[in-house]
Each structure stands twice: as C-alpha cells, then as structure tokens.
C-alpha cells in the first residue's frame, strides 16, 4: 500500500532524513567507537546499548526513503466551500449530540489527541469533498456507523508545524 502524501510531506520527511544521515549518524557512530575502546565487548552495556541506537537510527532512516519512494503525491489544495487537506473541521455528531473539531491531514501527521485526523480515516474519507450543512455517513466497518453533520469548513495551510510521526 502507497501512503498518501503532499510534497510538503515529502519535503519534512526529506529533511528528517537528511538530519538523521548528518547529525544522528555520526553520533551514533561515534558513540559505538567510544564504548568499544571500553574493553570487553561481552560485558559492555554501553557498547550494546550504542549499536541498538545506531541501528534504531539507520532503520528509520530506511523506513522513511522506503515511505518516500513509494508515496502517491496527493495535492493539498481544496475548493474554498469543500472540505480538503489541512481544512480545519467542527462536525456535530448525532448520536452524542455534541460538536468536535479537526484538522485533515496525512496519515504521518494525525494525532487525534491534538485534534488531527487522517484523510484515509472513516471520518476523514467521509467528510472529503463535502460541503457545511451536509450530512455524512462515516462507516466504520460493515456493521457499525454514525452521522456527522458539517458545521463549518476553515481552510488552512500547512505551516509545517505538525509533527510527523515516528514509530
């Protein structure tokens, strides 16, 4: 599966790589050489410890070229009246009766905690294109689902600064 995401996506990834391969690299390298000349590499927590981090390191750095090479570059522009990428939501919801607001974002920069959700999220894929007042069916899966009513649209950009996530 290709993850969806804007060339600012891209271009933040980019530059997490960039600093990964320049910075954290040579730390990293750095540190495993000081911990070897510690001496006996069987009882060396420091040496092991070292490698664990510069191998964490240079997986990320693979997982996010991998992500990168593979990614389907969707636009971020929206029409001013339909809901798009980085557009700040408040939908009502009809079962709870209550109104929550989000922002639509890729899915390397959701946090639902800070109010950021996924363009490919039930919600986020639901409410896509559609415009205030509408209401929208989110199905989560076969079985279960809910009404959203679309109470406003802002449209905002990405300032770059939400974060991306790591894993």
Do not use: W
Request: net charge negative; proline share 1%; hydrophobic share 30%.
């Amino acid at each position: 599966m290709h993850d969806k995401l804007t060339e600012n996506d891209i271009k933040r990834l980019q530059e997490e790589i960039d600093y990964r391969k320049l910075v954290v690299r040579k730390d990293a390298i750095q540190a495993v050489k000081e911990a070897r000349e510690q001496g006996d590499l069987s009882e060396n927590f420091e040496y092991y410890a070292a490698k664990r981090e510069k191998n964490k390191n240079e997986s990320r750095i693979r997982y996010l070229e991998r992500m990168i090479k593979t990614a389907q570059v969707i636009s971020d522009d929206s029409r001013e009246d339909e809901v798009g990428m980085n557009n700040t939501v408040t939908l009502f919801f009809e079962d709870e009766g209550e109104c929550e607001t989000y922002k639509i974002v890729t899915t390397i920069r959701e946090n639902s905690l800070e109010g950021r959700i996924s363009n490919e999220s039930p919600i986020g894929r639901a409410i896509m294109g559609h415009k205030v007042g509408d209401r929208v069916y989110v199905k989560v899966n076969d079985k279960f689902g809910y009404y959203v009513v679309i109470r406003s649209i802002e449209n905002t950009v990405d300032d770059g600064n939400d974060r991306i996530r790591s894993y």
